[in-house]
């Protein structure tokens, strides 16, 4: 039996959102988020319902980081919304571009009190509060406008989270006066161009530098090519924020790695006598330092004037899209002999001696786990100890958006719902989720997700008992261990009881063999490493 298509408001949401490629939405269906679920299957959209509304919103964030496109996230109102707003916070600092829609309070209902479900004082104000804009629409016309601006947004501005509010008794509304054209997607205006003064300005400093080096942030990552191109031509080392990791291939013989807050990367930086930043805030949660304190003529190119001077004084500020800079500057550089870098193997070097006598123990275990990863596989991560003193360093990737993090957010419970949002954006590539036991309890209920996706996703724990950096910091301030010592589940038998395989590694061949065993059986897979007795 066929059922009529009643084209609610909710309907033409998703219709426009499909018009610009959007294939896959994350969320869990609730009372009063129906209707922007019913046109799903007929627009050809795969709903991924995580079992956290956190976890939504990190699972898109990792599909966006592969396709390129937003991440969408549906929530119901009230609490949905609100759980799903640590994720937004995330793609707002990380500058990543994600939509949450949801519903609110029905027009003329607002600020009632009056103890509706999901009522909430001013869920549109707490949203507002964390994302780039959020907008309460009245009209279905303005609902679908709403999703032109936000692509707007991401195609020429700093890609950031937006939230869309429809009003329970709009969403629920047949959208007249709605029309195909109307839900075409929009043509964009071309990348801003580069005022040809300063890039000449540039080129001239560059050119007869004899120590230059690129430090490349996230407004770098849809430039890989100019930027290498850049780099070659100057024999410029390129060292990247960890958002930016991946962006110059690791094993390329200038790439510094995303090493910038190890001082012995970052001084290289700090000294060189040009410093090209490329699309960077320079923000302390990237250099584990207030300043970098360049102390030779610095450029930098970023899409916003406001940039320019953040956190570092720019002697030659070039305002555009990264990529259309770069080729500007290349082509102003001309066609010049590439040069040879230098001091790159030293560096590293010093970087990976730093990482060992900062924190031992991770850096020798994070150099077990790189080395028994497949070279291609996308490997997500958390703000746990094995990523920001180990793996960050020490695995080298081939291209940007390899090891989905959150640098400046720092939260917790990213890594696995960021590796199945990964492996459902890019099924070619093996999808690993390398986290702490503290982190991965955060989100440890979308495993269930990663089975019910069908999805071959591996999960590395590796648990050192609970918080140790918060035990390390307790000690440090002379407080005796407080709430950081926690009952570690049997993570391998969790695994088995999600629908996957847990299995144990106690040392560097166990874990070659284990992670091997995973890729071959493929599914989830929980591969538990005990930090206390793993054999180095």
Not at 101 to 107: H, I, K, V, Y
Not at 140 to 160: I, K, M, N, Q, S
Not at 231 to 236: D, N, W
């Amino acid at each position: 039996m066929q059922t009529e298509i009643r084209r609610t408001t909710g309907w033409v949401i998703i219709e426009a959102l499909r018009g610009y490629g959007i294939d896959t939405v994350f969320g869990i269906p609730g009372t009063h988020n129906l209707e922007l679920y019913r046109p799903l299957s007929a627009l050809g959209i795969r709903p991924v319902t995580t079992r956290h509304e956190q976890g939504a919103g990190y699972a898109a964030d990792g599909w966006s980081l592969q396709t390129g496109l937003p991440g969408v996230v549906m929530t119901t109102s009230g609490p949905g919304l609100l759980n799903a707003l640590s994720a937004a916070g995330t793609a707002y600092c990380e500058s990543r571009p994600m939509i949450i829609l949801s519903p609110g309070p029905a027009r003329g209902s607002e600020f009632a009190d009056v103890g509706t479900l999901h009522e909430t004082k001013d869920q549109l104000a707490a949203a507002s509060a964390v994302v780039e804009w959020g907008r309460r629409v009245g009209t279905a016309a303005e609902a679908v406008a709403a999703v032109h601006d936000a692509f707007a947004l991401f195609a020429t501005g700093r890609p950031r989270p937006v939230y869309i509010e429809v009003p329970l008794d709009l969403l629920e509304e047949v959208a007249d006066g709605v029309s195909d054209d109307d839900l075409a997607p929009r043509g964009f205006p071309p990348a801003p161009v580069a005022d040809t003064a300063a890039i000449a300005e540039a080129a001239r400093l560059l050119a007869a530098a004899t120590d230059p080096v690129i430090l490349a942030g996230g407004g770098s990552r849809r430039a890989p090519g100019p930027l290498r191109a850049v780099a070659e031509r100057l024999g410029a080392p390129v060292v990247t924020t960890a958002n930016a990791k991946g962006v110059l291939d690791e094993h390329h013989p200038l790439s510094l790695g995303a090493n910038l807050r190890l001082a012995a990367a970052r001084n290289r930086a700090r000294d060189a006598d040009v410093l090209l930043v490329v699309g960077s805030k320079l923000g302390a949660a990237e250099l584990w330092v207030d300043q970098l304190d360049a102390r030779g003529t610095v450029i930098r190119i970023d899409l916003l004037a406001s940039q320019l001077d953040k956190n570092q004084r720019a002697d030659v500020g070039i305002v555009g899209d990264a990529a259309a800079s770069l080729q500007a500057l290349l082509a102003e550089l001309g066609d010049g002999q590439p040069r040879t870098g230098g001091h790159v193997a030293g560096t590293l070097d010093a970087v990976r001696a730093e990482v060992h006598e900062l924190s031992p123990v991770n850096a020798a275990l994070a150099e077990v786990i790189a080395g028994v990863l497949p070279a291609d596989a996308i490997v997500a991560t958390d703000s746990s100890q094995i990523a920001y003193w180990g793996l960050m360093n020490v695995l080298r990737v081939p291209r940007a958006n390899s090891m989905p993090y959150m640098a400046t957010y720092a939260t917790l419970g990213y890594a696995l719902p960021a590796a199945l949002g990964s492996r459902l954006g890019d099924p070619g590539r093996p999808a690993f989720a390398v986290t702490g036991d503290g982190a991965l309890m955060f989100s440890v209920q979308e495993m269930i997700t990663v089975v019910e996706q069908g999805l071959d996703v591996t999960v590395i724990v590796v648990d050192n008992g609970g918080y140790a950096e918060i035990r390390q910091n307790e000690a440090d301030a002379g407080i005796a261990p407080v709430g950081v010592e926690l009952t570690q589940p049997d993570w391998a038998a969790l695994g088995t009881a999600f629908g996957g395989t847990g299995r144990r590694a106690d040392s560097a061949i166990e874990l070659a063999e284990a992670v091997q065993q995973a890729q071959s059986a493929g599914g989830l897979q929980v591969i538990h490493i005990d930090q206390s007795t793993f054999a180095l």
